[in-house]
């Protein structure tokens, strides 16, 4: 059995307000920053997956994701998958 990592990015739907993006856009005007903006905050997880191949660790990864990393219905995911 191989050992894989995960690295899984969790991001609320562009249609989805942000309420934590907007306050720290309109932080950042007050810190003399105001050519950042539209500023999305969202979640960096790492998961380590015994699988036999890259491909089970990715269906197991994106069961994972679908089932309870993200909520679909307000959040997209990504994620990145490398043998340990």
């Known amino acids: 059995m191989k050992k894989f990592l995960a ?4 991001m609320p739907l562009k249609e989805i307000l942000d309420p934590q993006g907007k306050a720290v856009t309109g932080s950042m005007k007050n810190l003399g920053l105001p050519e950042i903006s ?4 969202g979640r960096h997880i790492t998961l380590e997956v015994a699988a036999e191949t890259k491909e089970a660790a990715t ?3 994106e069961a994972a994701c ?7 219905i307000m959040e997209s995911y990504q994620y990145d998958i490398k043998e340990l």
């Open 7 to 10: 690295h899984i990015d969790v």
């Open 38 to 41: 539209n500023v999305r905050i």
């Open 59 to 61: 269906e197991k990864v």
């Open 66 to 72: 679908k089932k309870l990393l993200a909520n679909l």
